[in-house]
């Protein structure tokens, strides 16, 4: 596999950081993961400006332009004749001294990987079983508005869920409301609303969550963006969850209770589908 590696494309197997890299030390940097559907990865000028205000934010200077990126992810698909599949994009303050100063850091790492395409098999549907997990993010923290490279907490939940027998955790917020999943953005339907949580109470606002919000325009669908505690999500029609790597995943079960199927989200579904191969 080739990578990408600040400025360079190189074997995997010779691709390296500094020990020193803040980003592997302290998580001190943002990354931004997308689909790449024949040749082209879906929404990556939404994802770069993502990735850009985050490092606005942290006051990381991106030693790249968006157009420059765009034309490394390009030729990154196209050296590894990888059409279908998934791209990621990190960035990292880069080496520094021992500590939380940001003073002396630097220059920024860059880098992008693809990935292939997980398995799938046609006949049978990705479908997840969800739970509740024993860990909250906090209802309100500027940081929930970028994927940030710290994701101890994401990682603990999905292993609680799994080896509690399930495929994806529910995080709460610190107000006890239904916020997003360990991977990915939270919808339900309820009296045929399409629902979601806002933003602004610890839920990162997703690419694919946003293109749902669009697709549901389109349709005719009414959507809601409303807080909603567990217990009540529990009545809910249907609920399905939205990543940039899979797409849209519908829930079978949620706190061991059956999820009964909507068609509401197979029209989601196949209306998202056919935009991956259209953009």
Request: proline share 8%.
């Amino acid at each position: 596999m080739i990578v990408f590696l600040n400025g360079n494309f190189l074997p995997e197997a010779e691709a390296f950081i500094s020990i020193n890299d803040r980003g592997f030390l302290l998580g001190d940097g943002l990354f931004e993961t997308m689909r790449v559907v024949n040749g082209r990865p879906f929404r990556l000028a939404q994802h770069l400006e993502r990735l850009t205000r985050g490092l606005d934010f942290l006051k990381i200077k991106l030693p790249f332009t968006p157009k420059e990126l765009q034309k490394f992810a390009t030729e990154l698909i196209a050296k590894n004749k990888l059409t279908d599949s998934i791209l990621r994009v990190a960035v990292s303050r880069g080496p520094g001294p021992r500590g939380y100063s940001v003073k002396n850091s630097g220059p920024p790492t860059v880098a992008m990987t693809l990935s292939p395409l997980p398995e799938s098999n046609p006949d049978e549907p990705l479908q997840w079983t969800l739970v509740t997990s024993p860990f909250r993010v906090p209802a309100s923290d500027a940081l929930s508005s970028f994927k940030t490279s710290s994701k101890v907490l994401n990682v603990l939940a999905r292993a609680e869920a799994e080896e509690r027998g399930a495929d994806e955790a529910l995080l709460l917020n610190t107000n006890g409301e239904a916020a997003e999943t360990a991977g990915g953005n939270l919808f339900w339907i309820y009296r045929d609303q399409i629902c979601t949580v806002p933003t602004g109470r610890g839920v990162l606002p997703g690419i694919t969550r946003a293109v749902v919000l669009e697709i549901c325009q389109a349709l005719g669908f009414e959507t809601n963006k409303r807080v909603i505690k567990p217990e009540m999500l529990r009545s809910a029609e249907g609920i399905f969850i939205t990543t940039s790597a899979l797409g849209i995943v519908p829930v079978v079960a949620f706190d061991g209770e059956p999820v009964a199927p909507s068609p509401l989200v197979d029209q989601i579904a196949t209306a998202y589908n056919e935009m991956l191969l259209r953009e």
